[in-house]
């Protein structure tokens, strides 16, 4: 069983910056990041397979936020710039235990398998 904790959020201004941590207790295939704003479903942010580095995002945070790694300690990070009130959410961590590269099927909860148990960040206008 692999141990997810997050870290990092918070309240923040709109066009502010944050920057999320997930540390896992086990080495896993892959990590990423994803989210829950009230009455939504959850939805996919960003992911980081191991092997090759190879980091992918959501649309909608392209461009506005980074995910990076240390695969030594087994932590992930996400950093997410110019947020916006849309941003709102539990932010949360998620492990695969086979690799992951980016494709539909790669964004989608049911390619965890391991989940933290959030971290919310708020955006204020």
């Known amino acids: 069983q692999v141990q997810l904790v997050e870290s990092g959020g918070g309240l923040v201004q709109a066009g502010g910056s944050l920057r999320l941590t997930c540390a896992a207790s086990?080495?896993?295939?892959?990590m990423g990041w994803f989210r829950q704003a009230p009455g939504k479903e959850r939805e996919f942010v960003a992911g980081?397979?191991?092997?090759?580095?190879?980091?992918y995002y959501a649309d909608s945070v392209q461009g506005r936020c980074f995910i990076s790694g240390d695969i030594r300690n087994k932590t992930v990070w996400l950093q997410l710039n110019h947020l916006e009130f849309d941003d709102t959410a539990v932010y949360y961590c998620?492990?695969?235990?086979?690799?992951?590269?980016?494709?539909?099927?790669?964004?989608?909860?049911?390619?965890?398998?391991?989940w933290g148990q959030g971290t919310q960040v708020t955006v204020s206008s």
């Open positions: 980081i397979n191991w092997s090759g580095s190879t980091m």
């Open positions: 086990e080495r896993t295939y892959a």
């Open positions: 998620a492990a695969a235990m086979h690799d992951l590269l980016p494709s539909r099927a790669s964004r989608t909860p049911n390619a965890f398998h391991f």
